[in-house]
T-cell receptor, first 108, second 117 residues
């Protein structure tokens, strides 16, 4: 069964304490892997699309990487405004599979 | 600015009532989607459409209906047959690649929170 698993479910970091969020997947025929940021009561905001193993993309304090079985979202020196839920999704064919997200809290 | 709009932001439904959620996009995207988000669960697909006047059921279509009369608009009706409609509803859109058959990155609207009274 195709599946996307995100870990940890929740993460608390001190401001400036770098860490990584994990998204592992078991779909076959991956077309793309997507990262989104979602604030409470709002729609997911697009961050990155990764298409092939070895690909990396960066945006400000965020860096997304992709292997054949998982993706990491690295957060460098996070700030309180980075607090949000980070969602991962994978595409196989025209099917999109979403993880349940990692809730990140950055403490000043 | 290009984007996706959803209205209303909050919606309250009485028992036995049908309600319609609006979704409009000006990104010129061909594909549009409706998802339902519940606490602790991943987004679940209700319906999607890749072309005007055509749409397909997703994983949880029972109790919902859609129409796609214009490329820009994809309204979702939550019918009285949907027994547990309280949730956060998200509309998304994407371009189609590979000759119009394969979707690419989905972009989401701000969401509508539906509550049953």
């Amino acid at each position: 069964e195709d599946q996307v698993t995100q870990s940890p479910e929740a993460l608390r970091l001190q401001e400036g304490e770098s860490s990584s969020l994990n998204c592992s997947y078991t779909v076959s025929g991956l077309r793309g892997l997507f990262w989104y940021r979602q604030d409470p009561g709002k729609g997911p905001e697009f961050l990155f699309t990764l298409y092939s193993a070895g690909e990396e993309k960066e945006k400000e304090r965020l860096k997304a990487t992709l292997t054949k079985k998982e993706s990491f979202l690295h957060i460098t020196a996070p700030k309180p405004e980075d607090s949000a839920t980070y969602l991962c999704a994978v595409q196989a064919g025209n099917q999109f599979y979403f993880g349940t997200g990692t809730s990140l809290t950055v403490i000043p | 600015d290009g984007g996706i709009t959803q209205s209303p932001k909050y919606l309250f439904r009485k028992e036995g009532q049908n309600v319609t959620l609006s979704c409009e996009q000006n990104l010129n995207h061909d594909a549009m989607y409706w998802y339902r988000q519940d606490p602790g669960q991943g987004l679940r697909l209700i319906y999607y459409s890749q072309i005007v006047n055509d749409f397909q059921k997703g994983d949880i279509a029972e109790g919902y209906s859609v129409s796609r009369e214009k490329k820009e608009s994809f309204p979702l009706t939550v019918t009285s047959a949907q027994k547990n409609p309280t949730a956060f509803y998200l509309c998304a859109s994407s371009i189609l690649q590979a000759g119009g058959y394969v979707a690419d990155t989905q972009y989401f609207g701000p969401g509508t929170r539906l509550t049953v009274l």
